[in-house]
């Protein structure tokens, strides 16, 4: 089992609250990596990070930021949630190393902005 | 066009049939090759990795044709058990991204 941890696994929320959602994982893993899923459909990049202090925009424009100050630990944060957040959100981390390339999941936070 | 295109499914098939998934990927510098299995509201997990000799898991059987780039997936002998959906990864391990198909459905009926 994937060492890769995600708070909330659920939350409901109202519209405009500010939310952050907590991935952390205790693998050492430098790459680490948020994508956004709605049911049924495929999987978005919405941020990666290289380490401590790099964060990039993936390939799906979101309103979210992330923030990477720990190795473990790799935030996603909406100021300001919007019904059309609700979405699955998944994060991934990924050892280092040139020759790998596997993503390890946490469970996923479902988010639901009424 | 998608960087990663999987078989539209979904696929239907009775336990103990052979099925086979196909995937195409349009980035040459793509290094790293994976199908991943994904159960309905859970998180993706590695089901094996593709290499250019061929790999073989079990009833699994994964094929990467890089001159094509073309990945394949062959489940043998299907098991209720085997109903998932089914995704072609690719990575680039230099920009250490890696790029999701749409997944194929695949239902294993009795």
């Known amino acids: 089992e994937a060492d890769i941890y995600q708070t909330p696994r659920y939350l409901v929320i109202g519209t405009g609250k500010k939310i952050t959602l907590e991935c952390s994982q205790t693998m050492g893993h430098d790459k680490m990596y948020w994508y956004q899923q709605d049911p049924g459909m495929e999987l978005h990049l919405i941020h990666y990070s290289y380490g401590v202090n790099s964060t990039e925009k993936g390939d799906l424009s979101s309103e979210s930021t992330v923030s990477r100050i720990r190795t473990e630990h790799f935030p996603l944060t909406l100021e300001s949630a919007r019904p059309s957040h609700t979405s699955q959100y998944l994060c991934?981390?990924?050892?280092?190393?040139?020759?790998?390339?596997?993503?390890?999941f946490g469970e996923g936070s479902r988010l639901t902005v009424l | 066009r998608k960087e990663v295109e999987q078989d539209p499914g979904p696929f239907n098939v009775p336990e103990g049939a052979t099925v086979a998934f196909n995937c195409t990927y349009s980035?040459?510098?793509?290094?790293?090759f994976f199908w991943y299995r994904q159960d309905c509201r859970k998180e993706p997990k590695l089901l094996m990795s593709?290499?250019?000799s061929g790999n073989e898991d079990g009833r699994f059987t994964a094929q990467l044709n890089r001159a094509s780039q073309y990945i394949s997936l062959l489940i043998r002998d299907s098991k209720l058990s085997d109903s998932a959906t089914y995704l072609c990864?690719?990575?680039?391990?230099?920009?250490?991204?890696?790029?999701f198909g749409d997944g194929t459905t695949l239902t294993v009926k009795p």
């Open positions: 990864v690719v990575t680039n391990t230099n920009a250490g991204k890696s790029t």
């Open positions: 991934a981390s990924s050892p280092p190393g040139q020759v790998t390339g596997e993503l390890f």
């Open positions: 980035n040459s510098a793509s290094q790293s």
């Open positions: 593709v290499y250019s």
